[in-house]
């Protein structure tokens, strides 16, 4: 059974900056993406960012490019976000997720086959 458990989002001031952490256990996930989403009340789940868990390819959402950071660290099975600069409308639900048909960057949330928890990050102005 795949887990992914979510961790780090709390409140930060806008120009700050949190690492968010998803811990993957379950199965191996080496030909698995991994993406982070994010949800704000009201609005659809957004797709962020994503990476190839063998060779580490990322692709970014422009309105997290330059400022967030995806990352894997193999040896712990974990995918981390490392969000810097942020502002006030990135408040929302983060949600880490994976996608086992690793082949494509896939932005839609409806192609992603594991979901965590989600972790909230609020942005105070």
């Known amino acids: 059974q795949v887990q992914l458990v979510e961790s780090g989002g709390g409140l930060v001031q806008a120009g700050g900056s949190l690492r968010l952490s998803c811990a993957a256990s379950?199965?191996?996930?080496?030909?698995?993406?991994m993406a982070w989403f994010r949800q704000a009340p009201g609005k659809e789940r957004e797709f962020i960012t994503a990476i190839t868990w063998s060779s580490g390819r990322t692709y970014y959402a422009d309105s997290v490019k330059g400022r967030f950071t995806i990352s894997r660290d193999n040896a712990k099975n974990t995918v981390n976000l490392q969000m810097n600069s942020l502002k006030p409308e990135d408040t929302a639900v983060y949600y880490c997720a994976a996608d086992r048909n690793g082949g494509y960057f896939h932005t839609a949330f409806t192609e992603y086959d594991y979901w965590g928890q989600g972790t909230q990050v609020t942005v105070s102005s």
């Open positions: 379950g199965r191996a996930f080496s030909t698995y993406i």
